[in-house]
């Protein structure tokens, strides 16, 4: 945990054991975070009702559900739902659905996209919408686009999903519109207030703006050079960028992998 008010870093797990920790997410308003493991169906809770003291967790499938499309390894994201209070994750290895998991009993559901033609076997970082919270917004690695759910809780779920943005398994970089645009192993994204989507783009070393009327453009860095250098967009390098969160202010924080450092972004 990084608290800029005080210029204090600190450890909120000390001990997580050997699976990697990946992108967590806030649940209950506030008043908890989840953060996924690749170890099985681990995750760690930190929430107020246990005065912020770290809980090692497993979910499981609830009564009526198939253990085998709950059971999973990696597990790169979890979203939160302001709607129904579950939060959300997507299995690396399968092609068709997610999972919703109740923070309090540890039971989880599958929810099947109805269409198995837009996803493969990839990585998947998400978040909801802000100003229509039922929406889901992916950023599928692997194939180099970013997908949405129109409305994740739909139970019939018909036509829901399909790209958002960039080219299925086509890598590279281009800005402009949604449809035209490409990204290169794109990772952690998130929203701004105005439902601005920012996406960390990895190989392409960069970040990414999608707007609402989904125009695609280079917020920072230059696609395609890494380094490690601050200052205006058109100077500022990354290396591997992977991570994003974004605070209240509208400052965007960037986890720069390589370098081993967190990055500030204000946009002006």
């Known amino acids: 945990m ?3 008010e005080t210029n204090q870093s600190s450890i909120i797990i000390d001990n997580a054991g050997q699976a990697p920790l990946n992108q967590p997410c806030v649940i209950d308003h506030g008043n908890g975070l989840v953060i996924p ?21 497993d979910y499981m499938a609830a009564e009526g559900e198939d253990a085998d499309k709950v059971n999973t390894v990696y597990k790169h994201s979890f979203a939160y739902c302001e709607l129904d209070g579950y939060f959300y994750c997507r299995r690396k290895d399968a092609s068709n659905f997610f999972l919703k998991i109740d923070a309090d009993t540890g039971n989880a559901w599958v929810v099947d996209t109805g269409n198995n033609d837009l996803l493969g076997s990839s990585d998947c970082y998400m978040t909801f919408g ?3 919270p039922k929406k889901l917004y992916m ?12 409305d994740i809780t739909d139970p019939t779920r018909e036509g829901n999903f399909k790209i958002y943005a960039g080219m299925q398994g086509r890598p590279g970089h281009a800005d402009g519109l949604a449809s035209d645009a490409q990204f290169h192993s ?7 207030e105005e439902e601005n989507l920012y996406i960390a783009d ?3 070393n960069c970040i990414r703006k999608i707007t609402p009327e989904g125009v695609v453009s280079t917020v ?22 992977w991570g994003l969160a974004i ?10 992998k390589d370098n081993l450092c967190v990055r500030q972004l204000s946009i002006e």
């Open 202 to 204: 990895s190989e392409n």
């Open 37 to 57: 493991t690749d170890q099985n169906n681990t995750y760690w809770m930190v929430h107020s009702a246990d005065f912020w003291q770290p809980k090692r967790r």
């Open 247 to 256: 605070d209240s202010e509208g400052i965007i924080y960037v986890g720069d």
């Open 139 to 150: 950023a599928l690695t692997n194939l180099h686009c970013i997908a949405i759910f129109e």
């Open 220 to 241: 920072i860095g230059i696609p395609g050079k890494s380094g490690y250098k601050d200052g205006t967009p058109d100077v500022a390098l990354f290396t591997q960028p």
């Open 2 to 4: 990084v608290s800029m």
């Open 130 to 132: 802000r100003k229509d």
């Open 186 to 192: 794109p990772r952690q994204l998130v929203l701004d």
